[in-house]
């Protein structure tokens, strides 16, 4: 969890994974309890993640936990292994009325 704001409830969630534990549904997994513990433990009202639009993998997670597609940000950075390259970030957030409205 990153980017805390106390004062509104709003945080963004991001992971990482070695690619030796990749699809076996060890990140949703923990996707899911993260999610749970953020809104019934720490009572948060909003929850943002984003990936790598070229690792739509990690997108599929998102969705499996709840979150909604909010945007595409083209030119968010540059790759760190592969500079020349320009990365357009892929936004999915989760409130807590679409998290308790089930």
Known sequence: MHNLKEDVGR????YTL???YWNQGYMTEVATAFVKFFF???EMNCLVARHD???PASG???QKVGMVFSHEEPYAKRDKKELERMVTMVHYVVTKEDY???
Do not use: H, L, Y
């Open 60 to 62: 599929r997670v998102m």
């Open 100 to 102: 308790f409205k089930d």
């Open 53 to 55: 639009k070229d690792n």
């Open 11 to 14: 945080a963004e969630f991001g």
């Open 18 to 20: 070695d690619k030796r």
């Open 40 to 42: 019934e433990e720490f």
